[in-house]
Nanobody
């Protein structure tokens, strides 16, 4: 199983930016970000095919978040801008061996432990 380590979370005010990083122990096909707010289901945020660099976003973050990948470092980033209190959640990095960027978390193989992002109003 791929080992994943997330970093970059924190407590910020609404409107600012934050960048999350996730380093994988080996190269993988697809890397994605999910988030889980208290009392809610874990939801897809963004994903990237590391070879072709094509991306997919949840409607709730489109235009505000950008996902990017660095194949040389087996690392994916999530640049989050114009943060809102509703973005508050634990953010998880996930990988997938197969192609495609599904929104279903069950289709991802490995998960990180998560990093907390808290946005105050």
């Amino acid at each position: 199983q791929v080992q994943l380590v997330e970093s970059g979370g924190g407590l910020v005010q609404a409107g600012v930016s934050l960048r999350l990083s996730c380093a994988a122990s080996e190269r993988t096909n697809v890397m994605g970000w999910f988030r889980q707010a208290p009392g809610k289901e874990r939801e897809f945020v963004a994903g990237i095919n590391m070879s072709g660099q094509y991306t997919k976003y949840a409607d709730s973050v489109k235009g505000r978040f950008i996902i990017s990948g660095d194949n040389a470092k087996n690392t994916v980033y999530l640049q989050m801008s114009s943060l809102k209190p509703e973005d508050t959640a634990v953010y998880y990095c996930a990988t997938r061996r197969f192609s495609g960027i599904p929104v279903d978390r069950a289709l991802y193989d490995s998960w990180g432990h998560g990093t907390q992002v808290t946005v105050s109003s």
